[in-house]
């Protein structure tokens, strides 16, 4: 009997402690640009606080395995349905995910969702100090409640269809927000769906990119070579200060699905870190441009103006890991010249690629 007892703590201390020796963090692999690293993060998400329906620290574990540097937990100030059940202050879901967050090597950074009918809509506040402070009748208030703790603040999917349903505007109260400095980027990017209005938004108004997943349920098993929709931050290094600085500064991108979003200096910057030319043979009448991509991501390229004796194929797909060939047959006496392409999934303006040219 003592045996049989001993051999059921022994299980039942093994089956506690499994998932934290089990789980595995993942990679992503993207380049870092000169001088910056490049880190993968997520800036709204929601637990059983608000309306979501996990725990804090599971945010944490799932940031942990898909390979995230830094997260912000981002519950409803005005929207609590599980408030009976779980009384506890604004700050209550950073604080509990914070031991495990450090634990893991997860930026944690303290955030809330502001959340309001439109205009002006939703809002994340993020680098809060009392998110408590934001719970106010008034939206202006809560904004500047934000703004004097110093907070980041973005606006969450204005493309969303439930208060925007006919067409996604920037509405007056948008514009005193930006006047007032109480809005400094804009979801380009939420729940995997694209928004080109916000994108033109943040190249006009020099608002901050963001991508993010808004996740309410536990996040979906990903499948191998997917990831969730995320804000890439090109830091000076791996603090919660250089992503605010980052921020401040613009210097983001947002990856979605295959897609990176952002402007042209850092996309290009990423794209040519990514490809290494490993040869170029010219044999008679043909160049053979021979790639090999050291990362993680896809790039969709497709020919465009060009001179004509430069003859080469329409579209290719340059796959994570792998080497490519693109062949350039030389034709009506041409020795060299521009090989064009848009980089068709690097948008640097709504729903445009990137030009790049390998010259030869």
Known sequence: MIKMKKISVLFLAVTISLPMYAQVRGKIAIPDLNGYVTLKCDFHMHTDFSDGSVWPVVRVDEAYREGLDAISITDHIEYRPHSDDLIATHNRSYEIAKTSADARGIILIKGSEITRNMPPGH??????????????????????????????????????????????????????????????????????????????????????????????????????????????????????????????????????????????????????????????????????????????????????????????????????????????????GITGGDVNFSVENLLVQPNEGMKYSFKI
């Open 123 to 332: 809002a994340n506040a993020i680098f809060l100090t009392n998110s408590d402070a934001l719970d106010v009748p008034e939206y202006m208030d809560a904004y500047r409640a934000a703004k004097a703790q110093n907070a980041f603040i973005f606006w969450n999917h204005p493309c969303w269809d439930a208060q925007q349903p006919d067409t996604t505007l920037w509405f007056d109260e948008h514009t005193q927000l930006l006047q007032q400095g109480m809005m400094h980027g804009i979801e380009v990017v939420n729940s995997g769906h694209y928004c080109p209005e916000a994108h033109r938004w943040c190249i006009e108004k020099k608002l901050t990119m963001l991508g993010n997943t808004d996740v309410h349920g536990p996040m979906p098993t990903i499948a191998l070579g997917k990831h969730r929709p995320m804000t890439l931050i090109f830091a000076r290094n791996r603090t919660p200060e250089a992503i605010r600085e980052a921020l401040n500064e613009r210097r983001t991108a947002v990856y979605n699905d295959e897609t990176l979003i952002g402007e042209e200096k850092y996309l290009k910057e990423i794209f040519e870190n990514a490809l290494e030319i490993v040869n170029v043979d010219k044999t008679g009448n043909a160049v053979r441009i021979t790639v090999k991509n050291n990362s993680d991501l896809t790039f969709h390229l497709k020919k465009t103006q060009h001179d004509t004796r430069l003859v080469y194929f329409r579209d290719y797909t340059i796959v994570p890991n792998g080497i490519y060939t693109i062949t350039v047959r030389l034709e009506g």
